[in-house]
């Protein structure tokens, strides 16, 4: 029994996205489910053919700092509503707390190592990784699905923090280093 089609606007009004958006998906093989073009030129979306390979999604969230542990939920949250209203079927989540510069995050190890994972869902790319995104997603077979491409700047502080105090760790010693790297953005800040 042959399923029946809708127009692409019309699929994405039902996913609260617009024409644009979900036009965006389908020139980026994202569509949770099977379409085609008619000669016309019409683009018709059939809802009830979820494509398989959208079933091994995992959503990864993380945030610097435990101070910002409900950041992180919300995070998780608004990832689980783009994956629903998409149709993606979510296998896993993996939250941490750690910065993007860190490469010693054993749960974002863990989904690049998994070979049955497909999909990764995250929020913005500086979620996986601070600098690189490009690399990794060369590198990995896995389809890396960022939601919101605008760049997220709430760490990029924590992020220069962190730097400054592994730069100071090098030259002064570890156990002096945080106090160092708190005296030198205290210093800068003044200057400013």
Same mark, same amino acid.
């Given at each position: 029994?042959?399923?029946?089609?809708?127009?692409?606007?019309?699929?994405?009004?039902s996913?609260?996205?617009?024409?644009?958006?979900?036009?965006?998906?389908?020139?980026?093989?994202?569509?949770?489910?099977?379409w085609?073009?008619?000669?016309?030129?019409?683009?018709?979306?059939?809802?009830?053919?979820?494509?398989?390979?959208?079933?091994?999604?995992?959503?990864?969230?993380?945030?610097?700092?435990?101070?910002?542990?409900?950041?992180?939920?919300?995070?998780?949250?608004?990832?689980?509503?783009?994956?629903?209203?998409?149709?993606? $079927?979510?296998? *896993?989540?993996?939250?941490?707390?750690?910065?993007?510069?860190?490469?010693?995050?054993?749960?974002?190890? !863990? &989904? %690049?190592?998994?070979?049955?994972?497909?999909?990764?869902? $995250?929020?913005? *790319?500086?979620?996986?990784?601070?600098?690189?995104?490009?690399?990794?997603?060369?590198?990995?077979?896995? !389809? &890396? %699905?960022?939601?919101?491409?605008?760049?997220?700047?709430?760490?990029?502080?924590?992020?220069?923090?962190?730097?400054?105090?592994?730069?100071?760790?090098?030259?002064?010693?570890?156990?002096s280093?945080?106090?160092?790297?708190?005296?030198?953005?205290?210093?800068?800040?003044?200057?400013?």
């Open positions: 029994m042959e399923t029946k089609g809708i127009k692409l606007s019309t699929w994405a009004r996913k609260g996205l617009t024409y644009k958006g979900a036009y965006r998906m389908l020139k980026a093989n994202q569509m949770p489910c099977k085609e073009q008619l000669p016309t030129g019409t683009i018709v979306v059939y809802p009830e053919n979820i494509k398989k390979e959208m079933f091994n999604v995992v959503i990864y969230g993380r945030v610097s700092s435990h101070d910002q542990k409900e950041d992180l939920n919300r995070q998780l949250s608004r990832l689980r509503d783009f994956a629903s209203a998409n149709g993606y $079927i979510i296998n *896993k989540e993996y939250s941490e707390i750690g910065s993007g510069l860190n490469g010693k995050r054993p749960k974002l190890i !863990k &989904i %690049l190592k998994d070979e049955t994972i497909t999909h990764i869902l $995250i929020e913005h *790319k500086d979620r996986l990784v601070r600098f690189g995104f490009a690399y990794i997603n060369a590198a990995t077979d896995k !389809k &890396i %699905l960022v939601v919101n491409e605008a760049e997220c700047k709430d760490d990029l502080v924590q992020d220069f923090i962190d730097i400054v105090t592994s730069m100071c760790s090098r030259i002064y010693g570890k156990r280093a945080k106090n160092r790297a708190k005296k030198a953005l205290k210093a800068a800040n003044e200057n400013s």
